[in-house]
């Protein structure tokens, strides 16, 4: 079974650019049977889907964050990351790195990380 | 993008009876293939979402199987037969048929009366 383990600081400043690193054990980052995503969840609010990136390195972003989004994967690390710029406290949420085994969902999720953006 | 939606958006329940969840979603989940890409996540107080069921019906492992999920099209719903004090917590829909985005219902809150 796939763990996966979010990372990084907890406190970010406006107009400054988030980031978060996801440890996966139980699977590997360089397998193309995964999709490596990202989801976030504003406090009290739902969930929303950031992007995804694949072990080839393809990546696709939710059009609502597209511009500001990058995904990246590490393989000597086994990890992936999330880098989010330009944040505003709109972006203050928990973050979750999920993965894709099965065709059109979300297997398996980390234990989620809160960042606020403030000043 | 896919518009999901569910209801009711809160659920107060008596323990051991039934609830039901309605998912909605703005076209039709019908991927090309034939599979229906409707998934159902349950999400406790404090904790990550975790999957409850895919493809609409299919149960994961371990999840009660007072947990069944049915539906077709555009229309699909959660039920638990007899609600437990542990199934407090919020419940999502996703569709994951039209992704990218994944996109997920507004979620259902469930508590107990």
């Known amino acids: 079974q796939v763990q996966l383990q979010e990372s990084g600081p907890g406190l970010v400043k406006p107009s400054e650019t988030l980031s978060l690193t996801c440890t996966v054990s139980?699977?590997?980052?360089?397998?193309?049977?995964?999709?490596w995503s990202w989801i976030r969840q504003p406090p009290g609010k739902g969930l929303e889907w950031i992007g995804y990136?694949?072990?080839?390195?393809?990546?696709n972003y939710n059009p609502s964050l597209k511009s500001r989004v990058t995904i990246s994967v590490d393989t000597s690390k086994n990890q992936f990351s999330l880098k989010l710029s330009s944040v505003t406290a709109a972006d203050t949420a928990v973050y979750y790195c999920?993965?894709?085994?099965?065709?059109?969902?979300?297997?398996?999720w980390g234990q989620g990380t809160l960042v606020t953006v403030s000043s | 993008d896919v518009v999901m939606t569910q209801s009711p958006l809160s659920l107060p329940v008596t323990l051991g009876q039934p609830a039901s969840i309605s998912c909605r979603s703005s076209?039709?989940?019908?991927?090309?293939?034939?599979?229906?890409?409707l998934n159902w996540f349950q999400q406790r107080p404090g904790q990550s979402p975790r999957r409850l069921i895919y493809k609409v019906s299919n149960r994961d492992s371990g999840v009660p199987d007072r947990f069944s999920g049915s539906g077709s099209g555009t229309d699909f719903t959660l039920k638990i037969s007899r609600v437990e004090a542990e199934d407090v917590g919020v419940y999502y829909c996703?569709?994951?048929?039209?992704?990218?985005?994944?996109?997920f219902g507004p979620g259902t809150k469930v508590d107990i009366k």
């Open positions: 076209q039709s989940l019908v991927y090309s293939d034939g599979n229906t890409y």
């Open positions: 996703m569709q994951g048929t039209h992704w990218p985005p994944f996109t």
């Open positions: 139980g699977g590997s980052v360089s397998s193309g049977s995964y999709y």
């Open positions: 999920g993965t894709t085994v099965t065709t059109g969902s979300i297997d398996y």
């Open positions: 990136i694949y072990y080839s390195g393809s990546t």
